[in-house]
């Protein structure tokens, strides 16, 4: 969902963009309390509400809830500063239901959600909860301008156990 939406990367991103300087100065008071001793706080983001962006996503889901939990851990760095990171993952969450007065267009027709309500109550169908985290992600906290992990441009750095690496399927 992340490699897909962009509605769903610019809210988390934006998430960590908005929160990471108080993340970053509780873990440094947590870090000076404990003597120089690593730390590691938990951390969590409020959540928001966002429409999917991509086609798919949005005729499967719609709208959804997201936030962001991690810890943000702070470690005596080399040349005698701090060094601060945050491991973290994006939650997304959703009653998928029908409601009063909604529709979607799907090609020529008008799909509404009383359609899909009456599929509920004669049993062809029925609402459920959707819920789901991403991959755990790994961030500087220290750096500046630091980059955020792209979940749109996944790296190479899958282990033998890759499926898709060298074409190896053992």
Do not use: C
């Not at 991509?54 to 959804?64: I, K, P």
């Not at 943000?72 to 040349?79: A, H, L, R, S, Y």
């Not at 955020?148 to 750095?157: K, Q």
């Amino acid at each position: 969902m992340l490699t897909d939406d962009e509605s769903l990367r610019l809210a988390s991103q934006g998430t960590i963009t908005g929160q990471q300087e108080q993340w970053k100065q509780q873990a440094l008071a947590a870090f000076e309390k404990s003597g120089g001793k690593p730390v590691s706080i938990p951390v969590e983001s409020p959540p928001q509400g966002y429409t999917h962006s991509d086609r798919n996503w949005y005729l499967a889901v719609g709208s959804a809830t997201t936030n962001t939990t991690g810890v943000v851990t702070v470690t005596p760095g080399t040349d005698g500063k701090p060094k601060v990171s945050l491991d973290y993952q994006v939650n997304v969450w959703d009653r998928y239901n029908w409601d009063p007065g909604k529709s979607t267009p799907i090609g020529p027709t008008e799909v509404t959600d009383a359609d899909m309500a009456r599929l509920h109550t004669t049993g062809l169908a029925r609402e459920f909860d959707m819920r789901g985290s991403g991959s755990v992600q790994h961030y500087d906290l220290g750096s500046s301008p630091a980059k955020l992990p792209d979940p749109a441009e996944p790296g190479r750095d899958g282990t033998r156990t890759d499926l898709g690496r060298n074409g190896d399927a053992r």
